[in-house]
């Protein structure tokens, strides 16, 4: 019922900086929160952000000041501004978007994952 496609993602060096960008697809009441996870190799995959269609956001402390997440609810898109990148920022970012709490019925899951885009960032 929803598709997310990711983009933006690329190779930079240390200090720069990259826009991400994630379009969904399907059915709008499925699309709630919208946000970020990442996975280094070997690791687990970890919380980078979210936004909720309001504009309420959360971030990870580790990107907190250097990382902006936004929205644009008429075409279900996420975005995530990027500075100051460092090697530790280097992984596979996923977007994620969930449906409210009260449209879960309406839903055939409790969270959609897209593909995953690649940042690489070089010291």
């Known amino acids: 019922q929803v598709q997310l496609v990711e983009s933006g993602g690329g190779s930079v060096q240390a200090g720069g900086s990259l826009r991400l960008s994630c379009a969904a697809s399907?059915?709008?009441?499925?699309?709630?929160?919208m946000g970020w996870y990442r996975q280094a190799p070997g690791k687990e995959r970890e919380f980078v952000s979210t936004?909720?269609?309001?504009?309420?956001?959360s971030y990870a402390d580790s990107v907190k000041g250097r990382f902006t997440i936004s929205r644009d609810n008429a075409k279900n898109t996420v975005y995530l501004q990027m500075n100051s990148l460092t090697p530790e920022d280097t992984g596979l970012y996923y977007c994620?978007?969930?449906?409210?709490?009260?449209?879960?019925?309406?839903?055939?899951?409790?969270?959609?994952w897209g593909q995953g885009t690649q940042v690489t960032v070089s010291s």
């Open positions: 936004i909720a269609r309001d504009g309420s956001t």
């Open positions: 399907g059915s709008t009441f499925c699309i709630y929160e």
């Open positions: 994620k978007t969930t449906p409210h709490p009260r449209a879960l019925i309406a839903c055939d899951a409790s969270a959609y």
